[in-house]
């Protein structure tokens, strides 16, 4: 979904590109959250699924590059109660839609440490979307509202 | 993110309160390991004051638990609110702990 062509744009956010900056995001959401009366469960999808693909960000977009990071994040109301937070940013190219399902291990020990986020964006969320526009990656994350 | 430490019998409970999200994961570990490292008994994380858990919070636990195992020490979970215990479900991480 390049252009959420049939949604109106609610609101936006630039954010930066630190760890500590992820707080922004998630507080601007919640903000919209309670002001567009959404469900606890469409809240705590988009919550989720917005801070797993910001950590992946901000944690692996910029790193070894000298680009200044530019993080916008949009919120768009689609047709039939869903919603869309669209996450773009001018970092290196990721498709988290490309991760693998990381494997369900049988003991603590044979646990890997981190692969999840992308598991529970999947589940929690109605869809998915990647796509690299020019220098951007834009990844659209849409859930139900209606409640 | 707010954690209160009690000792009961041999074990250590940890009543954490708040999110367990990306920014707050690192001083959660931290903590975590401290009590790891500090006593010699089981730890038991309460989280009934837990309403928002992240895969960086999972990734905490999941550290405290490994170096817990490796000490052939217990570590449980406990008092998990749904949304919480839909996360560690979807993930895996059910299967890993004891949850009481």
């Known amino acids: 979904m390049a252009t959420p062509a049939a949604g109106t744009l609610v609101s936006t956010i630039d954010v930066g590109a630190r760890i500590d900056d992820i707080t922004d995001a998630t507080g601007w959401l919640g903000t919209l959250a309670d002001e567009q009366g959404w469900p606890d469960a469409t809240r705590f999808a988009l919550e989720l699924s917005l801070e797993e693909a910001l950590t992946n960000v901000v944690s692996y977009g910029f790193a070894g590059t000298d680009r200044q990071p530019h993080i916008r994040i949009e919120c768009w109301r689609l047709p039939e109660g869903r919603v869309a937070v669209r996450l773009i940013d001018n970092g290196v190219p990721f498709d988290p839609t490309s991760i693998a399902e990381p494997v369900v291990p049988d003991s603590i020990e044979d646990a890997r440490i981190g692969g999840h986020g992308v598991q529970l964006m999947r589940h929690f969320l109605e869809t998915l979307d990647y796509s690299r526009e020019g220098e951007e990656n834009q990844l659209t994350l849409v859930a139900n509202a209606a409640g | ?100």
Do not use: C, W
């Open chain 2, 1 to 100: 993110m707010h954690i209160e430490r009690e000792q009961v019998g041999s074990d250590v409970v940890l009543k954490v309160a708040g999110r367990l999200d990306t920014p707050n994961a690192k001083p959660f570990e931290a903590s975590l390991m401290e009590v790891v490292s500090m006593t010699d008994g089981g730890i038991v994380v309460n989280l009934a004051g837990v309403d928002y858990v992240s895969s960086s919070g999972l990734r905490a636990l999941l550290v405290a638990g490994k170096a817990m195992r490796g000490a052939k020490r217990k570590l449980a979970l406990s008092s998990l609110q749904p949304q919480i215990r839909e996360v560690f479900d979807i993930s895996g991480f059910s299967t890993l702990f004891e949850i009481n």
